[in-house]
T-cell receptor, first 106, second 113 residues
Framework: AQRVTQPEKLLSVFKGAPVELKCNYSYSGSPELFWYVQYSRQRLQLLLRHISRESIKGFTADLNKGETSFHLKKPFAQEEDSAMYYC????????FGEGTQLTVNP | DGGITQSPKYLFRKEGQNVTLSCEQNLNHDAMYWYRQDPGQGLRLIYYSQIVNDFQKGDIAEGYSVSREKKESFPLTVTSAQKNPTAFYLC????????????FGPGTRLTVL
């Protein structure tokens, strides 16, 4: 069975500090991984997907198959990054992690 | 906003009553999904439909039912058999031509009184 774990429910950093949101997965095949974000009073939306190898809003995520991880990173956090972040695994059917609430303090 | 709409935004129901949550999309997507979002538990899949007139149970289907008679619509019924129905419900559809990105509706908050 596929599983996604986000070990931190809450994460608080100061503006300008680096931030890393952890995501570990369990999957027997070749994984398809995503990060979704939910800003306050907005819809859940895709932030980035591992297959695109892109940087969105300064965030990057690298798939590490050896460690079965897909951590989300940003070198300099901004206040507008404060949101709930979900890691998700799958293709036609997604499995979501529990989510990490990121707060960036001024 | 457009794409996926859910109604109503807030819904109250008395214990023992069935209630139906609406989800409509105009994105021409074949696949649609219902999730339940609870604090600390992330999103859990209730039901999904890959195509019209077909649907499958997700991880927590007990106490719920769905139908998919039209491509645009995927209503969810929360029955009286659902033991803990108070939650935030999210509907989504999937774009296979965008590397399986799922697009989400604004959600319906159901409260059982």
């Amino acid at each position: 069975a596929q599983r996604v774990t986000q070990p931190e429910k809450l994460l608080s950093v100061f503006k300008g500090a680096p931030v890393e949101l952890k995501c570990n997965y369990s999957y027997s095949g070749s994984p398809e991984l995503f990060w979704y974000v939910q800003y306050s009073r907005q819809r859940l939306q895709l932030l980035l997907r591992h297959i695109s190898r892109e940087s969105i809003k300064g965030f990057t995520a690298d798939l590490n198959k050896g460690e079965t991880s897909f951590h989300l990173k940003k070198p300099f956090a901004q206040e507008e990054d404060s949101a709930m972040y979900y890691c998700a695994l799958g293709g036609s059917r997604l499995t979501f992690g529990e989510g990490t609430q990121l707060t960036v303090n001024p | 906003d457009g794409g996926i709409t859910q109604s109503p935004k807030y819904l109250f129901r008395k214990e023992g009553q069935n209630v139906t949550l609406s989800c409509e999309q105009n994105l021409n997507h074949d696949a649609m999904y219902w999730y339940r979002q609870d604090p600390g538990q992330g999103l859990r899949l209730i039901y999904y439909s890959q195509i019209v007139n077909d649907f499958q149970k997700g991880d927590i289907a007990e106490g719920y039912s769905v139908s998919r008679e039209k491509k645009e619509s995927f209503p969810l019924t929360v029955t009286s058999a659902q033991k803990n129905p108070t939650a935030f419900y999210l509907c989504a559809s999937r774009a296979p031509d965008l590397n399986n990105e799922q697009f989400f509706g604004p959600g319906t908050r159901l409260t059982v009184l």
